[in-house]
């Protein structure tokens, strides 16, 4: 798989919807509406990101606890903003 079929927006959108309605009312807008006007490095971010735990994700995007790897504090504010946006 090369780099460009991993961020492949369908590809990631699928990787976006999760076990948990509440990750997923979170992060598939992200993926469908936000993803593509991404930078390559958030682009590459984000897809790190959707590689954790959902219960990580969770607790991390509800800010009960700090991220394993602290360039993921970027990312949880771009997704917890575009939600604000779109509320």
């Known amino acids: 798989m090369t780099e460009s079929d991993d961020l492949h927006p369908s ?41 954790e735990e959902d219960q990580d994700l969770w607790a991390w995007l509800m800010k009960r606890a700090e991220p394993s790897e602290a360039r993921f504090t970027p990312m949880i504010d771009q997704i917890l903003a575009h939600k604000l946006a779109n509320a």
């Open 11 to 51: 590809k990631i959108f699928w990787h976006s919807r999760r076990g948990m309605l509440e990750l997923d009312l979170l992060l598939v807008p992200f993926a469908r509406e936000a993803f593509e006007t991404l930078s390559l490095e958030d682009k590459l971010l984000y897809r790190d990101f959707l590689a």
